[in-house]
């Protein structure tokens, strides 16, 4: 393990930014669908809504739950660290095992993560720049090219692609829902006149108070 | 009594705050054990009461709210338009199989939360008690070193962990919902007295079965990472050492449970200042709303301070508890070598 460079705080945290762009393909197809059902037909729109929901909570975990140990364990990282040229390793420079991918990811992570993720910023102060999680699954995140360069791109560039074309539908569904337009305009309006009241001049009535009746006595 | 009590608390004590490293573990610990309780309080007036009893007190504060709740309705309503429908109707459209995939869905939600949240604490617990054992013998322990002998031992702990788990979860379905349903049922008030009775004798020694197993395979715990046995074996070991030493142990959880109540105290001692600083502020924000700028921001700190402070009296205490155990447990073996 000597001779590794060993990952900077930084580019891992670039590489999970990266990882965070393939993530939030999440809030695009939520947009999309708030955008093109909502006050068009609300039916259509709960369901659809429903089924994201259904998606986002328990199938995206899921998906991700066992995606990403099996891209470390396979290629040595997830999307972002491929894509920034770093690799997790064992202590003895060979590639994780499933397992111990896993016991990384979900069991280690909620240590480091705890009070804010104090455990992340012991990669700025350990010579060999591990986090918690990295210590407690006996790991090293170095700078090393997988060879996987290529197809960690093109997924990252798909999934963007994908955003972007989710974004361009949301503006053309919103544009020719006039239901929708109508109801944001008027929502707007009503929220523009309740958050700006001209106080400077306003002269206020007297409330006209009605006397409370008689509550009922219980004895 | 074998133990020396007085000897345990301050050699658990010197542990606790010369290895911080310890308290990672404990940090896993406190949140796998941590829950909260979101049950709204049962108000007058509320769903739960019987409709007839409920008190109606017209031109309260409810009948005000109900009128401002409904004002709003009929405003969204004309805003809205088209958009607001019963939800009653939209239930009534959800096709039935989403229902079926949502619930095998939150099932296996459910598993996997519960399975990962059993391995973590075993984990923890491995991790922990090697720790605390090293540094009672001298030797500084590293994260790495003791988190390598708790992935070791781990799958053994959480057969530990799961036998009591199983067992509670037995003398519920078995004894104490028969119950339930004995007493909701059409039969004489002779009968459910004698079902009644029965069932609850087979619950109270259950209870006491259930004890007996917890706290021996709170033990045998330490004994897996302590004496290197497999479950059964440490299971054993921990039910022989419970029945052995029956004060010693009772006596540490009394001790234990002091403990916890003194870092309970330790928290409430910690929260006055911040709630007096937040009166203070409210106050504040009462004579000029502008005083929320600088407010508001000072409140998010002082929550995010007030959550980590909590978390860690909580992990602090986790490690010095479970190193009571691990010394009384080192205490008492020592004079006793039988194993399994």
């Known amino acids: 393990m000597d001779n590794k460079v060993f990952a900077s705080f930084w580019l891992r945290a670039l590489a999970h930014v990266l990882n965070a762009l393939v993530l939030s393909i999440d809030a695009f197809v939520l947009m999309y669908l708030v955008v093109s059902f909502l006050s068009y037909d609300v039916f259509v729109f709960i369901n659809s809504l429903l089924w994201f929901l259904l998606f986002a909570i328990f199938v995206r975990p899921f998906i991700w739950f066992l995606l990403w140990p099996v891209l470390i364990s396979e290629y040595g990282g997830d999307v972002g660290k491929l894509i920034c040229g770093l690799k997790i390793v064992h202590e003895d420079g060979s590639n994780l095992t499933f397992k111990r991918a896993m016991f990384r990811e979900y069991i280690a992570k909620m240590a480091a993560g705890a009070l804010f993720g104090i455990g992340y910023y012991w990669i700025f102060k350990t010579e060999k720049k591990q986090g918690w999680h990295d210590m407690l699954s006996d790991t090293y995140v170095v700078k090393e090219k997988s060879g996987r360069l290529f197809v960690s791109l093109v997924a990252l560039v798909v999934v963007l692609v994908l955003n972007a074309g989710l974004a361009v539908l949301s503006v053309r569904s919103y544009l020719g829902n006039e239901s929708l337009k109508r109801d944001v305009t008027s ?4 929220i523009g006149k ?5 106080t400077s001049n306003k002269v206020y009535e007297p409330l006209d108070l009605k006397p409370l009746p008689t509550p009922p006595t219980f004895y | 009594m074998k133990a020396d009590y007085g000897k345990i608390i301050n050699e658990a004590f010197r542990i606790t705050f010369k290895n911080k ?7 896993i610990l406190a949140m796998g054990s941590s829950g909260g309780n979101f049950n709204i309080p049962d108000a007058p007036g509320s769903k739960t009461k019987d409709k007839d009893n409920r008190i109606e007190t017209p031109g309260k504060v409810n009948d005000v709210y109900k009128r401002t709740f409904e004002d709003g309705l009929l405003k969204a309503g004309s805003v809205l ?13 959800i ?3 989403y229902w079926v995939v949502l619930g095998v869905f939150l099932l296996i939600a459910f598993v996997l939360v519960v399975g990962i949240s059993i391995y973590a604490r075993s984990y923890a617990y491995g991790s922990l008690v090697q720790g605390v054992d090293l540094e009672n013998r001298g030797i500084t ?7 390598k002998e708790g992935r070791r031992r781990a799958v053994e702990i959480v057969k530990l962990e799961l036998l009591p788990m199983v067992l509670a979860f037995v003398d519920l379905f078995l004894l104490w919902v028969p119950m339930i349903l004995v007493f909701m049922s059409e039969m004489s008030s002779g009968v459910k007295l004698f079902l009644g009775l029965v069932l609850l004798t087979l619950a109270l020694v259950f209870l006491i079965l259930l004890i007996i197993v917890s706290v021996s395979a709170g033990l045998g715990r330490i004994a897996v990472v302590l004496s290197d046995l497999s479950w059964r074996q440490a299971f054993k070991k921990g039910f022989y050492i419970f029945k052995k030493f029956f004060i010693d142990v009772v006596v540490m959880g009394i001790i234990n449970c002091f403990t916890g109540f003194l870092f309970g105290l330790a928290s409430c ?9 937040i009166f203070i ?9 502008y005083a929320g700028v600088v407010l508001f921001p000072l409140f998010g700190i002082m929550i995010v301070a007030l959550i980590i402070l909590f978390t860690l009296i909580s992990a602090i205490a986790k490690v010095f508890m479970e190193s009571t155990w691990v010394l009384l447990y080192k205490q008492l073996i020592e004079t006793e070598v039988p194993v399994g």
């Open chain 2, 269 to 277: 001692v910690i929260l006055i200042p911040f709630m007096i600083l």
């Open chain 1, 187 to 190: 929502i707007l309006e009503e």
């Open chain 2, 81 to 93: 338009g088209e958009s607001t429908v019963s939800l009653r109707e939209v239930g009534r459209r």
């Open chain 2, 281 to 289: 502020g409210i106050a504040g924000l009462a004579l000029s709303p």
């Open chain 1, 194 to 198: 309740s958050s700006s009241p001209d």
């Open chain 2, 21 to 27: 490293w310890l308290w990672v573990f404990g940090l």
């Open chain 2, 141 to 147: 322990a590293d994260l790495s070193g003791m988190s």
């Open chain 2, 95 to 97: 096709p039935i199989y």
